[in-house]
């Protein structure tokens, strides 16, 4: 499975960008989709996820500001994030995992698209 994210950048405070994230290969196993992100200097946390039945979760830094929606015809997942803070700062990357949302299940990594957010 390879997974390729765009739509990362530099966004002020209070504004907006949406990452999409497109799965080619072996994509029939995969049940969950979702986005982690690397802020400078930490590790790596869980920022939103949906699985192929349209179950999501969120990280409590992302709920009420970012919104996760895939659409399976084109297996492809976005993340639309609203109200951005200096603190969303980080290296998101798109992940798939056959099972769940955490870490440990994680089966695939995309490369990482960077999102900074400053004035």
């Known amino acids: 499975v390879q997974l390729q994210a765009s739509g990362g950048g530099l966004v002020q405070p209070g504004g907006s960008l949406r990452l999409s994230c497109a799965a080619s290969?072996?994509?029939?196993?995969?049940?969950?989709m979702g986005w982690y992100r690397q802020p400078p200097g930490n590790v790596r946390e869980l920022v939103a996820a949906?699985?192929?039945?349209?179950?999501?979760k969120y990280a409590d830094p992302a709920k009420g500001r970012f919104t996760i929606s895939r659409d399976n015809a084109k297996n492809t997942v976005y993340l639309q994030m609203n109200s951005l803070k200096p603190e969303d700062t980080a290296v998101y990357y798109c992940?798939?995992?056959?099972?769940?949302?955490?870490?440990?299940?994680?089966?695939?990594w995309g490369k990482g698209t960077q999102v900074t957010v400053s004035s």
């Open positions: 992940t798939a995992a056959r099972g769940s949302w955490a870490f440990q299940d994680i089966d695939y």
């Open positions: 290969g072996s994509i029939f196993s995969i049940n969950t």
């Open positions: 949906i699985t192929s039945g349209g179950i999501t």
